[in-house]
């Protein structure tokens, strides 16, 4: 079993930054990609960013530039750092591992950009 805890969202001004945080426990595999989603209300839930194990970060076109996902293997934790955020980032952002061919979903964490 893997739980998934995020951290992080908040309320903030566009322009701003925020870091999202998310920490996995449980059975983690030395091999595994981790990353986050969002969903905006009233729209399908959409991939944001992940990283592999040993790897660097992909990204969705609306966010490259903006945002940077890492990720701390000692600490079976991955991060994302928001910048330059817009309205349109408003959104759940949840964060998903993706190991062994299992996913896990976590319970989400709100990002409202808002002046």
């Known amino acids: 079993q893997v739980r998934l805890v995020e951290s992080g969202g908040g309320l903030v001004q566009p322009g701003g930054s925020l870091r999202l945080s998310c920490a996995a426990s449980?059975?983690?595999?030395?091999?595994?990609?981790m990353g986050w989603y969002r969903q905006a209300p009233g729209k399908q839930r959409e991939f944001v960013a992940a990283?592999?194990?040993?790897?660097?970060?992909i990204y969705a076109d609306s966010v490259k530039g903006r945002f940077t996902i890492s990720r701390d293997d000692a600490k079976n934790t991955v991060y994302m750092q928001m910048n330059s955020l817009k309205s349109e980032d408003t959104a759940v952002y949840y964060c998903?591992?993706?190991?062994?061919?299992?996913?896990?979903w976590g319970q989400g964490t709100l990002v409202t950009v808002s002046s």
């Open positions: 998903n591992i993706y190991q062994g061919h299992v996913e896990t």
């Open positions: 449980g059975s983690i595999f030395s091999f595994n990609r």
């Open positions: 990283i592999s194990t040993g790897a660097t970060g």
